[in-house]
């Protein structure tokens, strides 16, 4: 049967393609310190690549092997690699990916039909989201969006390097996005909760 590229292409954007392999965590002090920090690790399966975006804090490959074994994706099959900025608890574990080609892109490209980025500088200059397309607006925030408190209480990440851009940043997440997954935790819907469905798995129940 011949295939209509169009409408397969339509019916791959409607179809699961971001899954979180270890959602991001942080712990503070009583006082506020960041005691331990861990970033989401995301896999994108879309046009005919497997992209990871943030590999975590160095010690953690265990982890993230076992849920890519869970989804029967082996790390070297992953084939392109962003990480939303340069800080070490986003990049510990590039070098599992040992065949990915890793990417510096700039704002607005597209990495994978449905997938491109978006400049969310603040918390480092160098930050960027991950946007996937996918029925819903998913962004991969990184530490312009690092946790749920921050979109509830509407604070940019207490970590920034220009507070007035990490705002806007966070805005610019917010006017987009469906579902959020944050630098340190788990993933979260913005405001249609009760009109969307998710397309499918989103590699682990909350
Ligand atoms: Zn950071």
Not at 133 to 142: C, D, F, K, P, S
Request: contains cysteine; hydrophobic residues 40%; proline residues 7%.
């Amino acid at each position: 049967m011949k295939s209509d590229p169009e409408s397969e292409l339509e019916s791959e954007l409607k179809m699961p393609s971001v899954f979180v392999l270890k959602p991001g965590s942080i712990k503070r002090d009583e006082c506020g310190r960041i005691l331990d920090a861990r970033s989401s690790v995301s896999l994108i399966i879309r046009g005919g690549h497997k992209i990871i975006v943030d590999s975590g804090l160095v010690g953690e490959e265990g982890d993230i092997r076992r849920a890519l074994e869970g989804l029967k994706v082996e790390p070297e099959e992953v084939d392109l690699l962003v990480n939303t900025h340069s800080h070490p608890d986003h990049c510990g574990n590039n070098c599992l990916f040992s065949m990915a080609k890793v990417l510096v892109p700039k704002d607005g490209e597209t990495i994978s039909p449905g997938v491109r980025v978006m400049a969310t500088p603040g918390h480092s200059m160098d930050s960027i989201s991950v946007v996937v397309e996918a029925g819903l607006t998913i962004v991969i925030a990184g530490d312009a969006l690092p946790t749920v408190g921050n979109f509830l209480k509407m604070v940019p990440p207490a970590l920034h390097t220009d507070r007035a851009m990490a705002e806007a940043s966070l805005k610019k997440i917010l006017e987009i996005a469906d579902l959020v997954v944050p630098g340190h935790d788990f993933p979260f819907y913005v405001h249609k909760a009760a009109d969307v469905s998710l397309p499918g798995p989103i590699g682990y129940d909350y």
